[in-house]
């Protein structure tokens, strides 16, 4: 116990920790009292320089129990062969799979001797061997013995490969295999033990084996020469001949390569595991020309013939190449590539999105995602992208100019230091797993740095220097991914000098028509106008545009969205901010891609207020902002202005502030259609009652003020439900002030309305301001104001019913508050009858309606299809409500609101009507209205006609779902169904009894 206790210290130099080193060093003869024993000082050091120490002794004493005989013939290789001590130290602490395979096989450790190793060429010869092939290619083994000779050579020959790999990790002057020396060593024995496998198979097959012919077809990993240390084997199967042979010839393959070296995965075959392992060359030929999916084009990109018949694997392979060159001219080929990418991405569980190696955003999948699209993209034209190794397609990418040499190289190292962590995983116990230590997990951060060759440096641990480069690979990653799929395409544009190669337009052309441009010639005058020159404006536009052209074709109009953005682009020019907010707030510029290619309203909108720009980064602050403070707001800037002419433009130019803010949010899913109804409400009252102010004052300048005027907001306006292109409907009431009679100011209450009117109607580049009084008693032969008295007058004697329910929307919205609330005071009894209405006027109003459905339809409007006047739409709703009210507000108080949604809610408590009556007028109203909302905004003009088919079809389903890919056909279908439930509710309570 002494000794030991004297012998620690000394042992932790070289990283043992283990309680039991010392008497595993001192039995193995490696240990004195003084530290290691002569002869094995540089074994020590070896030691230390392990991923894993104490598991390198663990697994040498291991040996020496294991195989005491043969203990002095190692330990005497072990001191003086230096190629031995690397690779076999190494192995044993990283591998502890590969350490149990040699303690379990005496003398196996000498393969690792210097002399001792094999070549590529003899990986095949060697299997062959071990299994008994003839020259006929049929091995003398079978069963049992076949697998286990099989294994036993493939993993022999897997330690070789691995020690090599490791080796200089402990000596650090053994030669460091790259990157791609490894992996095509690991497949070209995998390939190896395929052909020994199929050799194996013909002999548990028998003579059958004769009537046909078989070809073993590798696909993944396998077949792009890069394959990991344990990996699935992907594997297609072509035959000739009786195919039930052929396919009992396949099966036995699966099975004997399965249980020696390593799964054999056919999957990837036509029709995946429901389809026939073994097809002739025609069969593929016909399942690709007509049924294949694009992902199995992709698949196909790294088809290659490994075993089998030479001549069978190559017939197929001449027939299914150009299919593959041919992918990108397929019907949706981008859509497919996005739902491909989003599976990826979704297959990986929340709690290891970070630490997912391979499926993680920035693990190797993005890396082998975008490259792969890009030889799809171009290798059409450009046979030099036709390689089927990840590494050297990304090189010939940069090669070809389709990518940035430099981008290129450093995509290459990411993917090679990423697929370094991956196999080092991958040996500890020989499993295939993709999954990065966590980041709490220091033993196991420091057991892979030092596997990966990360040694400690400046005060920073192996396991932290290992987890800053992997997040700094895997930023690095993602970002190329993001980026690559563009970059080509903008070289070639721009005419940026420099050693990147450039690309051809056409190839520019057929890129943007892949991701979905329809005019492709004409997007690239846009990239070329936005990225031409030597300013710092073209350089900035070149570093947005990769991720914009992405971001754009993910939008219903990825055309009219990039025209959008070069207009933006070139009337902000001079701005300071505009590049610099889109540079540095990713948000910012994926949401206005968005914007731009949904809406043809917000792009007018931005150039005339691109303010609003800066809030597309803070939905709190884009769809948050207080009524009241927007309110204040317009009411301050237009007090600011002397001259009336100003006070309005101030109006209007935060009235258009506010529409695109509101616009914005609704679009991009920040509001409910309920907020978007009662903002844009607001703005349009802010505005009102701001500019009435302006006009009153400058009207009052010379002789005074002849009356106090209110505005009476009627119809959308009253209710709070104004859309984006809604008239503002209004009533105009005065009361004379003391000493001037009633004639004086109805006429100067009436050039008052008529200049707000005047004012607020004038033409000009925002969407317009129309102040409708033709709701007015008399409609358009009556005056435009009147006063108190006069509306009172006028209601006593001559109201008729349908002005009575146009009064149920009325509330004050402007003006003077009190002769406001005087208004509505005395219009409340004619609004809401006491005692409800008489059979005769219940009548009138239901003539009124089926007057309303059948004239005032536009001509060849669908009456499905309008949100307005069409069956279930705005109108049925409203009305049935609105009758509801005039026949019972006067006994239930809650009826008595300006709201559609409000006052269904109080029909329904009150027990008018059914609760499911009601939820189906509420759905039928809101989703008409987010509908009109969403046609206006879409198509930039007021519109209630929904489209059946096209393009706006799919961006209205867009907006209303928020979704990046909608189905217009369900979202058409859901809008029919939700109209027609509201249709049979409005015949049963408006036109029954």
Same mark, same amino acid.
């Given at each position: ?21 010392g008497?595993?060093?001192?039995a ?8 290691p ?36 013939g ?48 003899d ?37 070789e ?20 020396q ?19 198979a ?7 084996r ?18 990991n ?9 072509v ?141 059409r034209?450009?046979?030099? =992208?036709?390689?089927? *190794?990840?590494?050297?397609? %990304? @090189? #010939? +990418? $940069?090669?070809?100019?389709?990518? /940035? ?41 420091r ?24 997040r ?26 420099g050693?990147?190669?450039? =690309?051809?337009?056409? *190839?520019?052309?057929?890129? %943007? @028509? #892949? +991701? $979905?441009?329809?005019?492709?010639? /004409? ?41 959008a ?65 927007? @309110? #204040? ?28 803010r ?6 991009l899913?920040?509001?409910?259609v ?32 002849r ?15 104004l ?25 100067? @209450? ?15 580049q ?24 006069s ?35 005395m219009i ?20 009124i ?11 060849g ?78 198509r ?21 779902r ?21 249709r049979?509710v ?8």
């Amino acid at each position: 116990m002494a000794d030991r206790v004297r012998s620690t210290p000394s042992i932790a130099r070289y990283g043992l920790t283990d309680d039991r080193a010392g008497e595993h060093l001192r039995a193995a003869g490696w240990w004195t009292d003084t530290g290691p024993a002569p002869g094995h000082e540089a074994t020590m050091v070896g030691l230390s320089r392990v991923p894993d120490p104490d598991q390198a002794l663990l697994a040498i004493d291991r040996l020496r129990t294991a195989d005491p005989d043969g203990w002095s013939g190692f330990d005497r290789a072990v001191s003086t062969d230096r190629g031995l001590r690397g690779r076999l130290l190494a192995v044993f602490g990283t591998s502890s799979a590969l350490a149990d395979f040699v303690i379990a096989r005496p003398g196996e450790w000498r393969r690792l001797l210097t002399d001792r190793q094999h070549s590529f060429a003899d990986y095949a010869r060697v299997l062959r061997e071990a299994v008994e092939v003839d020259e006929s290619g049929v091995a003398g083994l079978t069963g049992a013995d076949a697998v286990r000779a099989l294994r036993a050579a493939y993993r022999g020959l897997l330690l070789e490969i691995a020690a090599d790999d490791l080796g200089h990790l402990v000596a650090p002057d053994l030669p460091v295999p790259t990157f791609a020396q490894t992996t095509a060593r690991l497949t070209t024995l995998a390939e190896a033990a395929i052909r020994a496998a199929l050799a194996v198979a013909r002999a548990e097959v028998g003579p059958a084996r004769e009537r046909c012919r078989l070809a073993v077809i590798a696909m993944g990993k396998c077949g792009g020469h890069e394959l990991n240390y344990v990996s699935d084997v992907d594997v297609l199967f072509v035959g000739d001949g009786d195919l039930d042979v052929a396919t009992r010839l396949a099966s036995e393959l699966l099975r004997v390569a399965g249980q020696a070296c390593f799964e054999v995965d056919a999957a990837l075959r036509p029709e995946g595991k429901a389809g026939p392992l073994v097809r002739t060359v025609d069969g593929h030929a016909a399942y690709y020309q007509r049924w294949a999916r694009t992902w199995e084009f992709q698949a196909l990109l790294k088809a290659n013939a490994i075993a089998g018949d030479d001549e069978l694997g190559h017939d197929y392979l001449d027939v299914v190449r150009p299919l593959v060159w041919a992918a990108a001219d397929r019907d949706n080929f981008v859509d497919d590539v996005r739902a491909m990418r989003r599976r990826v991405e979704e297959h990986v569980p929340a709690e290891l999105a970070g630490r997912e190696l391979k499926l993680g955003r920035g693990g190797l999948r993005d890396v082998e995602f975008a490259v792969q699209l890009l030889q799809l993209v171009h290798g059409r034209n450009d046979e030099a =992208l036709r390689r089927r *190794s990840t590494v050297d397609a %990304l @090189a #010939a +990418l $940069g090669e070809g100019g389709y990518v /940035g040499r430099a981008d290129a190289a450093e995509l290459g190292e990411s993917y090679r230091f990423l697929r370094l962590l991956e196999h080092r995983l991958q040996l500890q116990k020989l499993r295939r797993t993709h999954v990065f230590p966590a980041s709490d997990d220091a033993d196991g951060l420091r057991w892979l740095a030092r596997a990966a060759g990360i040694r400690p440096e400046r005060g920073r641990g192996e396991g932290q220097r290992l987890l800053d480069e992997y997040r700094r690979h895997q930023r690095r990653v993602r970002r190329l991914h993001e980026k690559l799929f563009y970059r080509p395409l903008l070289e070639a544009v721009a005419r940026v000098p420099g050693e990147v190669l450039r =690309l051809s337009a056409k *190839s520019a052309q057929a890129r %943007l @028509a #892949a +991701l $979905g441009f329809a005019a492709p010639d /004409g997007a690239l005058r846009h990239i070329e106008a936005l990225t031409t020159g030597v300013s710092r404006r073209a350089a900035i536009q070149g570093a947005l545009l990769p991720a914009l052209l992405d971001m754009l074709s993910e939008t219903p109009d990825p055309d009219g969205g990039l025209l959008a953005y070069r207009r933006v682009s070139e009337a902000l020019a001079s701005t300071d901010w505009y590049l610099r907010v889109l540079r540095d707030e990713a948000a910012v510029v994926e949401r206005l891609a968005t914007l731009l290619g949904t809406s043809r309203l917000v792009p007018d909108l931005v150039v005339r207020a691109p303010e609003v720009l800066r809030l597309l980064g803070d939905p709190d602050k884009l769809a948050g902002r207080d009524v009241a403070e927007v @309110a #204040a707001s317009l009411r301050q800037a237009v007090n600011r202005q002397a001259y009336l002419g100003n006070a309005v433009a101030a109006a209007r130019s935060l009235r258009r502030h506010e529409l695109l803010r509101i616009a914005s949010a609704d679009l991009l899913g920040f509001m409910d259609v309920l907020g978007v109804c009662r903002a844009l409400s607001s703005v349009w009252v802010s505005v009102l009652e701001a500019t009435l102010d302006a006009v009153d004052r400058a009207e009052s300048a010379g002789s005074g003020r002849r009356a106090s005027i209110a505005v009476i907001g009627m119809g959308r306006l009253g209710g709070a439900e104004l859309g984006y292109g809604s008239d503002a409907d209004v009533l105009f009431v005065c009361e004379p002030t003391e000493g001037v009679s009633d004639q004086d100011a109805v006429k100067y @209450a009436t050039r008052v309305a008529q200049s707000v009117r005047k004012l607020l109607g004038a033409p000009s580049q925002d969407p317009p301001l129309q102040v409708d009084v033709d709701l007015r008693p008399e409609g358009r032969s009556g005056p435009i104001v009147r006063t108190l008295e006069s509306y009172r007058a006028y209601y006593g004697q001559w109201a008729e019913v349908w002005e009575a329910q146009a009064l149920l929307r009325a509330r004050p919205v402007a003006g003077d508050a009190g002769l406001g609330a005087r208004f509505i005071e005395m219009i409340d009894p004619l609004r809401y009858p006491d005692g409800g209405l008489d059979a005769e006027r219940i009548r009138e109003i239901r003539r009124i309606k089926a007057r309303v459905d059948t004239e005032r339809l536009p001509r060849g409007a669908d009456p499905v299809l309008h949100t307005k006047l069409g069956r279930g739409g705005l109108a049925d709703v409203e009305w049935t409500l609105q009758l509801l009210q005039l026949r019972h507000a006067f006994e239930v108080p809650a009826l008595r609101t300006t709201s559609t949604v409000d006052g269904l809610g109080a029909a329904a408590a009150a027990g008018l009507v059914e609760e499911a009556d009601a939820a189906a007028l509420r759905a039928a109203w809101l989703l008409a209205t987010r509908t009109r909302n969403a046609l206006t905004v879409v198509r930039g003009k007021v519109n209630d006609q929904v489209p059946a088919s096209g393009r706006d079809l799919v961006a209205v389903a867009g907006v209303l779902r928020q979704t990046t890919d909608p189905d217009p056909g369900e979202f058409l279908d859901s809008y029919l169904r939700t109209m027609r439930r509201a249709r049979a509710v409005v015949e049963r309570l408006f036109y029954g009894d």
